[in-house]
């Protein structure tokens, strides 16, 4: 276990929807990054949020956001849902922002129909 | 660009014997950490082992240790006695200093039977 739990496990969503997951990260890390990663893939980066702000952002287009709250979880909202956006969708908190100690959560599937 | 290539998709291994899964990497960086994960049908990812490009000693955790030869910007990770439990994706990844996001690749399925 390493403290960083997502929610929820498993989505199923259709096409141009809108969906938001969650992550809640380990006690005294300040920083969470997204990452997806598609069937047979390493993860791809999405963002980092450190403090409240966006540190970083991956090649995604705009209708992928986040937010960090004052207790550091976080959320990953997607629009406009496409079929392409299926995927495992990661969520890694760490104590700052290099990431060189990041713990991972379970991920949350998404699956666009 | 930085990129990680892992050219071998699956392999199998015995219980008990040792494996040794490849990794090369290229950035114009110097300064970066070297990382495999583990990731079970579980899906999460576990930290295995993690290098510093600027120690020249190789890594090791109990079982596990790694090959680094930074030159040839190659970094593999042997696994000694190996356990059924091993039976995961291994993604081998790196983070440049001072930037945030880690570089993945696209992994090694590891299959260790009975």
């Known amino acids: 276990e390493t403290g960083v739990t997502q929610s929820p496990t498993h989505l199923i969503k259709t096409r141009g929807q809108q969906v938001t997951l969650r992550c809640s990260s380990q006690?005294?890390?300040?920083?969470v990054s997204w990452y997806q990663q598609a069937l047979g893939q390493g993860p791809q980066f999405i963002f980092q949020?450190?403090?409240?702000?966006?540190?970083g952002r991956g090649n995604f287009p705009p209708r992928f956001s986040g937010l960090q709250f004052p207790n550091y979880s976080s959320e990953l909202n997607v629009n406009a849902l496409e079929l392409d956006d299926s995927a495992l969708y990661l969520c890694?908190?760490?104590?700052?922002?290099?990431?060189?100690?990041?713990?991972f959560g379970q991920g949350t599937r998404l699956t666009v129909v | 660009a930085q990129t990680v290539t892992q050219s071998q998709p699956e392999m199998s291994v015995q219980e008990a014997e040792t494996v040794t899964l490849s990794c090369t990497y290229d950035?114009?960086?110097?300064?970066?950490?070297l990382f495999w994960y583990k990731q079970p049908p579980s899906r999460q990812m576990i930290l295995v082992i993690r290098?510093?490009?600027?120690?020249?000693q190789n890594a090791t955790e109990n079982r596990f240790s790694v090959n680094f030869q930074k030159a040839a910007k190659s970094f593999s990770l042997k696994i000694s006695d190996s356990q059924l439990g091993d039976t995961a994706m291994y993604f081998c990844?790196?983070?440049?200093?001072?930037?945030?996001?880690?570089?993945f690749g696209s992994g090694t399925k590891l299959n260790v039977k009975p």
């Open positions: 890694a908190s760490s104590r700052d922002r290099s990431n060189t100690e990041a713990f």
């Open positions: 950035t114009s960086e110097s300064n970066y950490y």
């Open positions: 949020y450190y403090r409240e702000e966006e540190n």
């Open positions: 006690s005294g890390h300040n920083t």
């Open positions: 290098q510093e490009a600027y120690k020249q």
């Open positions: 990844a790196f983070i440049l200093y001072n930037f945030n996001k880690f570089y």
